[in-house]
Each structure stands twice: as structure tokens, then as C-alpha cells.
């Protein structure tokens, strides 16, 4: 220790000085030190930065977690207040749920194929997609439907890629748990199903459409083309391409026209709309729901307008009353026979020269298809007289 500057002998006063000094001395350093405060407590904004031999040494930051997944939407609950409807307890059970359920709109997915389109970013690469309405028990379809027209390739620079839109068995039960353990096997081999939790009626069908149209807004937005149809026609996904490259402008709702059409009212009737059942005195010109091809522009107009229509029990009517909504009218096409074709009776009725140039037919078997892939993609296949519809 250094010697003090005072002695025994010297005077208080000494000592006093002494102890200032020591006092002044431990100020300075104290400001010496909160000086240098931000290589001893670096901040937020300190630009300090490690030697480059420590930085490659330090871990990496630890990563966000994964985002959460949506909420399941909780079960939606039966308005009660439609039994107040004048003769609701005689009408058909179907329609008596449709109008329980007719605000249910947001159902959980059970089978998901997010990226079938590249994911949003890339679905601009997408230039067909199809969209095929099924039901679980209808596994003979979809397979053909996979080997046939719905095959996902490339045709002519064309990328087309499938999806089949289903429910869930109306049976319930253990019919229902088979098909679902079915359909995920199918998921698991070829990844095409979109399978929700809702019964797949044909009253749902609408539903299935809003899902599917909001589905593609969220997953698929910048697909060129889609293609909306059953599982039960042919579909000559070659002319669909070709038709569809050689249209201009954004807009394209085209299949088999209906126009000037009402609600049926015969209860015997599949389609039958009681008068319990608020519906337009005239439907606007609707594309039949057998197939019909649409641009993405159309697609999510569509997709926009089913958040404030509520629902109506026919589907296609229900796309037409999206279209007219939106300001938009579907377009007649020859090549879109969802009524059927009529062929001579001396000539085979799967003759392919009657479908070589159409661009869809309702309907046939599964076997049927699959003939009718086969020869008009036969070489050595030779017509007479040629009719382009595109």
C-alpha cells in the first residue's frame, strides 16, 4: 500500500484533504467506468460487433415455432327456429336438414392437399386443374377417372393437376369409417383428395362447392383454368386444354347453357325446392353441374361472391346466382354435352369418332371411360367427316 501524506503528528486538516482526495478519486473512476457502459452492458442498439474467429463459434439463434395451426371450427349448431316455418314437419327430411344447417358454411378439412398447385406462389404454373366432385363409396371412378382423362401431366406445355372433392358417408357408421380409411389410402397413393367433414348429399352439394371455390383462393389462386364436374363423365382434358389457350379476355364460365329456367316444385322431382324454401322466380343462365370449365378470374369471383349468398340447395344454380352477382354470364359450348349425345342406333354408342372432338359427355360407367380414352387415342383411329368445337 502507498505510504499516506499525512502523519501521525499532522494536523486533522490533513486528513481531511486526504479523504476529499480519495473521494474525488473514486468519482472520476465511477464516470470512467459509466463511460465505457456500453462495452460493459451492451444495448439494443449497440453496433459492437464480435471478432470475426468468435461469430462462426456461437450457436445459431433459436428458431421461431411452427405458426399454429387454424382452430377447428366448433361444430355448427341447427337453427331451431325453421320449425316455426308454416308445414316444415311435412317436408322431405333432406330438405328439413338443408334448412337446419342452411347457415353452416365452415366444416374441418379430413383430407388436405395444400400444395397441389405448387402452393400460392407457384399456382400461376398451374394451367388446368380439375376439380372433380365424388363421393367415398365411389372408388371405381376415381381410378379410372386417374388412368383416363383426370391423368396429372403435362399436355402440349399445359400443366393439369386433379383433385376429387368429397364428404363424408351420409350412411355414418361403420360404412363411414371403411370409406374414410379408403379414401386415406387413396390420399396416400396419389394424394388427390379433398375431403371434408359435412354429409355427402346431393343438398350438399353446394356446400362442397364453397368449400372447394374457398379452398382455392387460399391454396391455388393464380391457376389458369379450372375444370368443375362429376365423376361420371368423360371429360377430353386434350380439347379442354386446346379450347381453353385459345381464349381471350379474363373472364370464361363455359359448358351447356340453362336458361330460362325455375325452381321445380313437384316433390317427386330430385332437384324439388319447396315453396318453404326462399328461391328466385327465374334462375339466371346457369352452366349444367355435370362439367363446365371456368378461368381462375371466374373461379374467384365465385369464390368472393359465396361469402355473402347464402346457400341454395342446387349447385349449379348456385354458381350461376355467384355469376350474376359478380356482374359475369356463362358462355354456350357445343363440345360440353352434359345432357348426353345422341348417336344413330346403327352406330356402336361408344363409336369414337362421336366423341373424338367433343370436350365433355354426362355420362357413363367407369368401363365405359376407359374404352372411350382408349380409342380416341388409337393411331391408327380414322373418321369421316371432321367437326371442331374449338
Known amino acids: 500500500m502507498a505510504p499516506s501524506c499525512c502523519s501521525k503528528s499532522t494536523s486533522p486538516r ?3 484533504l486526504e479523504l476529499w482526495a480519495l473521494v474525488a478519486v473514486g468519482f472520476l473512476a465511477l464516470c470512467f467506468l459509466l463511460s465505457r457502459g456500453d462495452h460493459l452492458w451492451p444495448d439494443k442498439t449497440s453496433e459492437c460487433a ?9 450457436p445459431p439463434p433459436p428458431s421461431l415455432p411452427p405458426p399454429q395451426a387454424l382452430p377447428t371450427p366448433a361444430p355448427c349448431v341447427a337453427n331451431a327456429s325453421v320449425h316455426n316455418i308454416s308445414g316444415f314437419s311435412q317436408l322431405p327430411t333432406h330438405v328439413q336438414d338443408f334448412l337446419r344447417y342452411q347457415h353452416c358454411i365452415s366444416f374441418p378439412a379430413l383430407l388436405d392437399v395444400p400444395g397441389k398447385c405448387g402452393g400460392p406462389e407457384g399456382s400461376p404454373g398451374t394451367f388446368l386443374l380439375l376439380a372433380i366432385k365424388s363421393s367415398p363409396a365411389n372408388y371405381n371412378r376415381r381410378e379410372v377417372i386417374r388412368k383416363t382423362w383426370g391423368q396429372e401431366r403435362t399436355f402440349q406445355g399445359a400443366s393439369i393437376r386433379r383433385l376429387f372433392l368429397v364428404g363424408v ?3 355414418g357408421g361403420q360404412a ?28 350438399n352439394l353446394t356446400l362442397k362447392q364453397v368449400l372447394f371455390h374457398a379452398w382455392l383462393l387460399r391454396n391455388c ?13 368423360f371429360a377430353n382434358t386434350d380439347n379442354l386444354v386446346r379450347f381453353a389457350a385459345g381464349t381471350v379476355g379474363r373472364h370464361l364460365m ?64 348456385y354458381l350461376g346466382l355467384c355469376l350474376e352477382r359478380a356482374g359475369l354470364k356463362p358462355t354456350a359450348h357445343l363440345g360440353m354435352r352434359t345432357m348426353g349425345l345422341w348417336v344413330p342406333g346403327k352406330s356402336s354408342p361408344l363409336d369414337p369418332c362421336y366423341y373424338r372432338e367433343l370436350l365433355l359427355v354426362h355420362r357413363f360407367l367407369p368401363y365405359e ?22
Open 50 to 58: 464480435l471478432p470475426a474467429g468468435l461469430q462462426t463459434a456461437l
Open 169 to 171: 358417408d351420409p350412411s
Open 14 to 16: 490533513c486528513h481531511t
Open 254 to 317: 363455359a359448358g351447356h347453357v340453362l336458361a330460362n329456367t325455375g325452381p321445380i316444385r313437384e316433390p317427386y322431382s330430385k332437384y324439388y325446392i319447396p315453396q318453404q324454401l326462399p328461391a328466385p322466380e327465374r334462375y339466371p343462365p346457369y352452366c349444367g353441374g355435370g362439367g363446365m370449365l371456368m378461368s381462375g378470374y371466374t373461379a374467384r369471383a365465385i369464390a368472393r361472391q359465396s361469402r355473402r349468398l347464402r346457400l341454395y340447395p342446387i349447385d349449379d344454380v
Open 369 to 390: 371411360v376407359a374404352l372411350l380414352w382408349d380409342s380416341i387415342h388409337d393411331p391408327q383411329l380414322q373418321c369421316g367427316k371432321k367437326v371442331t368445337f374449338f
Open 176 to 203: 363411414e369409417r371403411k370409406l374414410n380409411r379408403l379414401l386415406r389410402l387413396e390420399q396416400r397413393e396419389s394424394g388427390d383428395i379433398l375431403q371434408w367433414r359435412f354429409r355427402d348429399t346431393f343438398f
Open 221 to 233: 389462386p393464380g391457376v389458369r383454368f379450372v375444370f368443375n364436374g362429376d365423376d361420371d363423365v
